[in-house]
């Protein structure tokens, strides 16, 4: 089962956890990135967005990638 990890920007690990694959790695992401507590605007100016990243062996890969909305 491949591992994942959701970023805030692109230094600030949230949440690191495994999925069975890509699609329900996102949908559990985005479900996770909502309990994120955050002021849009600070959210915004500190990190801009939100990272899905996929474990690759000893490396992190880029999944995907939103903005979040009010």
């Not at 970023?7 to 690191?16: F, S, Y």
Request: with cysteine.
């Amino acid at each position: 089962m491949p591992s994942y990890r959701l970023l805030a920007g692109r230094i600030t690990v949230l949440e690191t956890f495994d999925a069975e694959d890509d699609d329900e790695a996102i949908n559990c992401a985005h479900k996770l990135s909502l309990d994120f507590p955050s002021e849009a605007q600070t959210f915004v100016a500190r990190w801009g967005y939100f990272l899905l990243e996929r474990q690759d062996g000893y490396l992190w890969r880029f999944l995907f990638a939103w903005v979040p909305q009010d």
